[in-house]
């Protein structure tokens, strides 16, 4: 089965607006990084949490490794922020170093 | 300035040809990835590099192969394309030493017609 579970798949959101994007794992995990990528782009590392609560800007990530979680939290959203957000994770007792991604919320925040 | 950097940007081959995919580093990273992207099945592993001649397949090395000569230099290499490999390629790299923090180059789009 699919060890890395984002939702919602797709996400509308007006200026200004808060989002809360889910990644859930069926694995034991060893690390879990979020990326973020513009249409056509490449993939830009938001963020490395492998627990706990991380702060960047207007982000916020949340890890609860008991609960199998990971959030992204984006905060007062702009324009500028659509794109797809990914989450990857890196599960215990495998191939080392190899990250295993969800298929993404594209999330696309309108003026 | 940290950067993975992918040649070409965008290729067309016919079935058969062969195809390289090339990707440089400027961090020293030990580890090197290359990734593909498809709608509907997300990233996908093809090939691992722990380092210089240090190669493992990923999750569908089928129809792949790659060469790491020098530790900033990852090459992917398509024998005989076909056409179910026309896709988006993504290397990526990462210092290896516990962080996995992953530095993706910007992306080659392979059509295979």
């Known amino acids: 089965g699919q060890q890395v579970q984002q939702s919602p798949a797709s996400l509308v959101l007006q200026e200004g607006e808060n989002a809360e994007l889910q990644c859930n794992f069926s694995?034991?995990?060893?690390?879990m990084q979020w990326f973020y990528q513009r249409p056509g782009g490449s993939l830009v590392s938001l963020f490395y949490?492998?627990?706990g609560t991380k702060h960047s800007g207007r982000l916020t990530s949340t890890t609860v490794i008991k609960e199998r979680r990971s959030s992204l939290h984006i905060s007062s959203s702009q324009t500028t922020d659509s794109g797809t957000y990914l989450c990857?994770?890196?599960?215990?007792?495998?191939?080392?170093?190899?990250?295993?991604f969800g298929e993404g919320t594209q999330v696309t925040v309108i003026s | 300035d940290m950067k993975v950097t992918q040649m070409p940007r965008y290729l067309i081959k016919r079935m058969g040809e062969n195809v390289l995919l090339e990707c440089g580093q400027d961090m020293s990273h030990e580890t090197m990835y290359w990734y593909r992207q498809d709608p509907g099945l997300g990233l996908q592993l093809i090939y691992i590099s722990y380092d210089v001649d240090s190669n493992s397949e990923g999750d569908i090395p089928k129809g792949y192969r790659v060469s790491r000569k020098k530790r900033e230099h990852f090459s992917l290499i398509l024998d005989s394309a076909k056409t179910n490999q026309t896709s988006v390629y993504f290397c990526?790299?990462?210092?290896?030493?516990?962080?996995?923090?992953?530095?993706f180059g910007h992306g080659t789009k392979l059509s295979v017609l």
């Open positions: 694995t034991s995990l060893n690390s």
């Open positions: 990526a790299s990462s210092s290896g030493t516990g962080d996995e923090r992953l530095f």
């Open positions: 990857a994770l890196v599960n215990t007792g495998g191939l080392s170093g190899k990250l295993t």
């Open positions: 949490n492998p627990s």
